[in-house]
């Protein structure tokens, strides 16, 4: 099982970070991913990080402004959003599964989502 949190209103610039923690599954096994979707629109994958830490993957809305990390000691992952702007609004969920790098296709576990919503 899979717990998202941390979402919430924010302001274009304002920073959130979001958490999601895991159960019942080996955490320090698992790809971990953030995926994030809003209305009418396709889920887009946002970050990936593998089950070590040693790498991430990133997708193009990601870059330069979200950071992903875990903590295999308290099997959570964290999403880190800095600079959100309006378009970050989304419903957030984070994914674990095991193909590097993640496919939304393949991945085993989903969390709930939880929502981010940025205001100019």
């Known amino acids: 099982q899979l717990q998202a949190s941390g979402g919430g209103l924010a302001h274009a610039g304002d920073s959130l970070r979001l958490s999601c923690a895991a159960s019942?599954?080996?955490?320090?096994?698992?790809?971990m991913a953030w995926f994030r979707q809003t209305p009418g629109k396709e889920q887009e994958f946002v970050l990936g990080?593998?089950?070590?830490?040693?790498?991430?993957y990133s997708g193009n809305s990601a870059k330069g402004r979200f950071t992903i990390s875990r903590d295999n000691a308290e099997s959570t992952v964290f999403l880190q959003m800095n600079g959100l702007k309006v378009e970050d609004t989304a419903v957030y969920y984070c994914?674990?599964?095991?193909?590097?790098?993640?496919?939304?296709?393949?991945?085993?576990?989903w969390g709930n989502g939880t929502q981010v919503t940025v205001s100019s």
């Open positions: 994914a674990a599964g095991s193909v590097w790098p993640p496919d939304k296709s393949r991945m085993q576990h």
């Open positions: 019942g599954l080996t955490f320090s096994h698992y790809v």
């Open positions: 990080i593998s089950p070590t830490s040693t790498s991430t």
